[in-house]
């Protein structure tokens, strides 16, 4: 059964960081990435993507410099680390997974989601 399991949300300061990780099974993925919800939106927004060997990385310019996209392949799972973080990044953060290489923020692109975890940024 394909699963993507996500975790490492929770509550924090203006200013703090989180770590996101995203754990796959059931098989393994080239492109993967993370989405977000904020509070009041129907649709979800880029935030980041890397390539099966991470030679391609793609950010969403409201992230870019703060936050940092990686994996291990070992161990099938992918991170982003955040840094910086602000309260406009409140949001239902989800893992998502394509089999194509390519990195694209189209979220239509990618058919497989994790649960989601919740990410508070207070001021």
């Known amino acids: 059964q394909v699963q993507l399991v996500e975790s490492g949300g929770g509550l924090v300061q203006a200013g703090g960081s989180l770590r996101l990780s995203c754990a796959a099974s059931?098989?393994?993925?080239?492109?993967m990435g993370w989405f977000r919800q904020a509070p009041g939106k129907a649709e979800r927004d880029f935030v980041a993507?890397?390539?099966?060997?991470?030679?391609?990385?793609n950010y969403a310019a409201s992230v870019k410099g703060r936050f940092t996209i990686s994996r291990d392949n070992a161990k099938n799972t992918v991170y982003l680390q955040m840094n910086s973080l602000k309260p406009e990044d409140t949001a239902v953060y989800y893992c998502?997974?394509?089999?194509?290489?390519?990195?694209?923020?189209?979220?239509?692109?990618?058919?497989?989601w994790g649960q989601g975890t919740q990410v508070t940024v207070s001021s």
């Open positions: 059931g098989r393994t993925f080239s492109a």
């Open positions: 993507a890397i390539s099966w060997s991470g030679d391609i990385i």
């Open positions: 998502a997974a394509r089999r194509d290489y390519t990195p694209t923020a189209g979220e239509s692109n990618y058919s497989y």
